[in-house]
């Protein structure tokens, strides 16, 4: 039996994404920070960048340009590119949204409004996509950095490997 202590994990226990949690709130939540985030910067949430935002909310999985292009015109907003590599940049920029650079697809930020540096899990059997907070400043990159005087700005930290789902259905 574990404590219910805290332990000393590399990444923090706010991992989103595999765990067991409820996804409406997790929609809702990640929705309503964004809408507050636009209101107060003034920004625009037009309705097709809600739009791309509730599509990437409803999976914990990477979706590709084209796939979002795909979903933005049966949800009526046309089959322009621009229109779906638009809406993405938005909720990059923003925060709302990252992208992963290794498939090369977006994904919904599991910690809208929080600045972070975040941490991937990438399943490479279903594509799901695990998002932790990384804390580069402090972990070996961070002193390898600091020895070499360097100054860390960003860091991409993409993990593959198995979600626990498929993990169980590799297990003999
Ligand atoms: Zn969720
Ligand atoms: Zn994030
Ligand atoms: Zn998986």
């Not at 994990?9 to 706010?14: A, F, I, N, R, V």
């Not at 409406?24 to 910067?41: K, M």
């Not at 990438?122 to 972990?139: F, G």
Request: net charge negative; aromatic share 6%.
């Amino acid at each position: 039996m574990t404590s219910g202590s805290q332990t000393d994990h590399e990444l923090p226990s706010d991992t989103v994404g595999f765990d067991k949690h409820n996804h409406a709130d997790c929609i809702n939540t990640a929705v309503a920070a964004a809408e507050s985030h636009c209101a107060s910067n003034g920004l625009r949430f037009t309705p097709v960048r809600h739009k791309a935002l509730e599509i990437l909310l409803q999976e914990h999985r990477a979706l590709g340009a084209y796939e979002m292009l795909d979903r933005l015109r049966d949800a009526g907003f046309g089959s322009q590119p621009p229109v779906a590599y638009r809406a993405l940049e938005f909720l990059v920029a923003n925060g709302f949204a990252h992208k992963i650079e290794r498939l090369n697809a977006f994904v919904a930020c599991a910690h809208p409004g929080a600045n972070h540096s975040p941490a991937f899990m990438i399943c490479r059997a279903c594509d799901s996509v695990a998002e932790a907070q990384s804390a580069p400043a402090r972990d070996s990159l961070g002193d390898a950095a600091r020895a070499a005087g360097f100054q860390i700005e960003r860091t991409l930290v993409e993990a593959v490997g198995l979600c626990p789902t498929c993990a169980e259905k590799a297990a003999p």
